[in-house]
């Protein structure tokens, strides 16, 4: 049964005594030979009224409350809860002198500071957060770094990012992740796991093996120790597409998400969130080489037009070696001529040395 059905039985009942025993008792004061008619009737209303609206005084303000929840921010809560504790503790100094004086006002002022006080509290450092934050944090920095270092801001050291479920098959964020270019917590919503295990138990035998990929890399990340790994069970509610779920995860947090999804990448661009596309940054750091460059390559199979052969750099980059294809299976030091990006990547066409 759920939670609702629940309250509106115990509501119901509620309802029910509560109101026929008004119903008895006010027919004792107007008609006492009619005190079952009055109870029966006022019992049923009672029933009636708890059924209908006991969720609206009890389950439906807590979701709300938890939906707002979900959207606040660590960061906010954090300020937010400073924020109140210290103007509750200046209302607390202020509540002795108030409460000396005169009546009405010894009364009422000192319930009115605490109002103003914790709202202001609160306002003031949900507004100036980061500026708090930061000030925090150079101040515990101060004992374990030199004068030299500058000062990190709040939250760099520390940020969040979250896994979208390609590149979590893709497999190349554990390698990225052993190298220590991943610093902060790699956050893993639930449902992103969920969808990974439904690839993972998928009919089609190409996306069963991609998803039982996913689940291994998950894996090797958690034994990572350069990265913390949470698996969360956060959730947006009233979305039901796992890339809008984690684009309006990522600007409730205030997080990055990390993906290959060019799809993915461009929505969350256009909202104003963070994305780390782990395929540009394999083609940011592909070795540069420039035309008139010498340098050596294996020659492995014959290119698209005569005479050409095709071999590739260390970090995959294809060379296009003019008449190379007398050079298959040997490796042969060749010049740059040409290089030329392409919606692929780059490629380089080379010729070889005389």
Request: aromatic share 8%; glycine share 10%.
């Amino acid at each position: 049964m759920s939670p609702d059905f629940i309250i509106r039985i115990v509501g119901m009942i509620v309802g029910a005594i509560l109101s026929g025993y008004w119903g008895f008792w006010f027919s004792r004061i107007n008609a006492a030979d009619q005190f079952m008619p009055y109870t029966l009737g006022m019992g049923t209303v009672g029933a009636l009224f708890g059924l209908i609206a006991t969720p609206y005084f009890t389950t439906f303000p807590v979701r709300a409350i938890r939906r707002l929840l979900v959207r606040i921010s660590a960061e906010n809560l954090l300020a937010g809860l400073s924020g109140l504790v210290a103007g509750l503790l200046v209302a607390a100094l202020l509540t002795f002198p108030l409460s000396m004086l005169p009546d009405p006002l010894g009364n009422i002022l000192p319930f009115i500071s605490v109002m103003l006080f914790g709202y202001f509290g609160v306002a003031l450092f949900v507004m100036r957060q980061a500026d708090i934050m930061a000030v925090l944090g150079g101040f515990a920095n101060r004992g374990g770094e030199s004068s030299t270092t500058p000062n990190v801001a709040w939250g760099q050291g520390s940020r969040t990012i979250l896994l979208d479920t390609s590149v979590i098959i893709d497999g190349r964020v554990s390698d990225i992740a052993k190298t220590g270019f991943l610093p902060g917590t790699l956050l893993i919503p639930r449902f992103v796991l969920n969808e990974l295990q439904y690839i993972a138990d998928s009919a089609d035998s190409l996306r069963r093996q991609r998803g039982r990929r996913g689940m291994e890399v998950l894996s090797e990340l958690q034994k990572v120790s350069a990265v913390s790994v949470r698996i969360s069970d956060i959730d947006v509610e009233g979305v039901r597409e796992v890339d809008d779920k984690l684009v309006i995860l990522a600007r409730q947090l205030k997080c990055p998400i990390l993906t290959n999804d060019y799809n993915l990448n461009r929505v969350a661009e256009l909202q104003g969130v963070v994305i780390l596309n782990i395929n540009e940054l394999a083609n940011a750091v592909k070795s540069v080489v420039l035309p008139g460059e010498t340098m050596g390559i294996a020659v492995i199979q014959e290119g698209k037009e005569m005479n050409q052969g095709v071999g590739y750099m260390d970090d995959g980059t294809m060379v296009v070696v003019e008449g190379g294809n007398r050079y298959i299976g040997q490796t042969k030091a060749v010049t740059v001529t040409k290089v030329l990006q392409t919606a692929a990547g780059r490629m380089i066409f080379a010729k070889p040395e005389d």
